[in-house]
């Protein structure tokens, strides 16, 4: 299997704090099957994206565990319409594996107004944004129509193995596996900080995925798409996305029967 998201590098954003951790993080992945671990850290107001000792740490973090996973580069690039220039100007810096492909994570309480302008400069700069973890995010939850309609407009979606085995609450894996069974998932990653809370795991999600879905479906969504992205391929052929559920009442009922905090809105409502 191949992990497109994960937070190894040692002390370089909130994933792991130190190399010890970081190769214990390797390790574990390695043993759970995976292959190729992207590091991706942040881009965003927090911390500082510097792709330079990003490098040095992934070479560092490679040497002491040896080949197996083989560490790549990536990013988990915070998308606004103020850094997109960032990401235009500087693809390779920000891209998975120097590929078109890049990781775009949204803030929890808005979408940006201009973001249609934004998916296309980026789209004619050639880039193929996959949207990371919408099970988690509150606009999401609340308006779990936005995956089919941002998938028909050619975004790619990422979901968290570990919301799809439930290991983020009942919320985030029922839309995942309803968004799956919409034929809306492109990949599921670890997101991996730590080896207890969010450990780099994906085989308990591909076992899961077989079961429900069958060992193609499992390995175009852990294997063949990721390796697409890391070798800077066309995905392959998937199934045709599905607008509702084919299985249950359909998104009205859930969303009406979701337990409803603070409603997250967009800029444009």
Same mark, same amino acid.
């Given at each position: ?206 076992? &899961? ?37 084919? &299985? ?10 979701? &337990? ?10």
């Amino acid at each position: 299997m191949i992990d497109i998201h994960c937070h190894p590098l040692p002390a370089i954003d909130d994933g792991a704090e130190s190399l010890e951790e970081s190769v214990a993080m390797m390790r574990m992945a390695a043993e759970d099957g995976i292959t190729h671990t992207v590091a991706t850290p942040h881009y965003n107001y927090r911390y500082t994206f510097d792709p330079e000792l990003n490098r040095q740490k992934a070479i560092e973090l490679q040497a002491a565990i040896g080949d197996v996973p083989k560490m790549l580069l990536g990013c988990d690039f915070h998308l606004s319409y103020e850094n997109v220039q960032d990401l235009v100007n500087k693809r390779a810096e920000f891209t998975i594996n120097g590929s078109s492909y890049v990781l775009v994570e949204f803030a929890e309480y808005f979408i940006p107004r201009q973001f249609e302008q934004v998916l296309y400069e980026i789209e004619i700069a050639g880039l193929k944004p996959i949207i990371t973890h919408p099970e988690r995010n509150p606009i999401f939850q609340s308006h779990p129509s936005l995956v089919y309609d941002w998938v028909r407009r050619g975004c790619l979606i990422q979901l968290t193995a570990q919301s799809y085995v439930g290991g983020f609450g009942s919320r985030p894996r029922s839309l995942a596996e309803r968004w799956l069974d919409q034929n809306l998932v492109h990949f599921f990653a670890t997101d991996a900080h730590d080896t207890r809370r969010r450990p780099p795991l994906l085989s308990p999600c591909y076992e &899961k995925v077989a079961a429900a879905c069958g060992k193609e479906t499992a390995d175009r969504i852990l294997i063949r798409n990721p390796d697409a992205v890391i070798n800077d391929k066309p995905l392959p052929e998937g199934p045709e996305p599905l607008q509702s559920h084919p &299985k249950g009442r359909g998104w009205l009922s859930f969303f009406i029967r979701s &337990k409803r905090g603070r409603a997250p809105v967009t800029e444009t409502e």
